[in-house]
C-alpha cells in the first residue's frame, strides 16, 4: 500500500469532530454488541477490511461469539440473531446501501416494533459514523494490523 494523507495531522478539526460523533455514540442506549455488529456488517458491504478487523476484533472483546461473526454476512438465513438484532442490521443495510433507495417505509416500520425514535436515530447515526469511518479508511488506504 502506498503512503496517503493522514487525515488527523493534516486536517486535525474533522478529526475531532468524527471522535466528537464517536464519544456521543459511546453513551447512548443501543446494546455494545449491537453497535459492533452494525458497524462490522457496513464495513463487509463497503469491503473494509480495517474496520472488519477493528470491528471484530471489538465485538469478541465484548463477549460476541466468533460463531456469530462468521455468520454475520448472512444474518438473514440463521436464527442466532434476535429479531431486534435483525431490525438494527437491516437498519444499517439500507442506510449504507443508500443509492438503493435508502432506508424504507418497511424496515422502518419494523425497527418500530423494537426501537423508539430516539434509538432508531441512534442506529442510522451508527451507521452513517461507520460509513464515514469505512470511507476514510480505504480512501487513504489504512491498513490492517499484523
Known amino acids: 500500500m502506498s503512503n496517503r494523507v493522514k487525515i488527523q495531522t493534516a486536517f486535525p478539526e474533522a478529526w475531532k469532530a468524527m471522535y466528537g460523533v464517536e464519544n456521543t455514540l459511546s453513551n447512548i442506549n443501543i446494546p455494545l454488541i449491537t453497535k459492533e455488529l452494525i458497524k462490522v456488517r457496513a464495513s463487509q458491504l463497503n469491503q473494509c477490511a480495517f474496520c472488519i478487523d477493528m470491528h471484530t476484533a471489538s465485538a469478541m ?53 423494537f426501537y423508539d425514535e430516539t434509538s432508531i436515530a441512534q442506529l442510522i447515526m451508527i451507521t452513517v459514523a461507520i460509513n464515514a469511518w469505512n470511507r476514510i479508511a480505504i480512501s487513504t488506504q489504512l491498513p490492517v494490523s499484523k
Not at 85 to 100: D, M, N, Q, R
Open 61 to 113: 472483546k465484548n463477549g460476541e461469539t466468533a460463531k456469530r461473526l462468521f455468520l454475520l454476512d448472512a444474518w438473514k438465513e440463521t436464527d442466532i440473531f434476535t429479531e431486534e438484532e435483525k431490525a438494527a442490521l437491516a437498519v444499517a443495510e439500507e442506510v449504507t446501501f443508500i443509492s438503493h433507495g435508502g432506508l424504507s417505509k418497511a424496515t422502518y416500520e419494523n425497527a418500530k416494533k
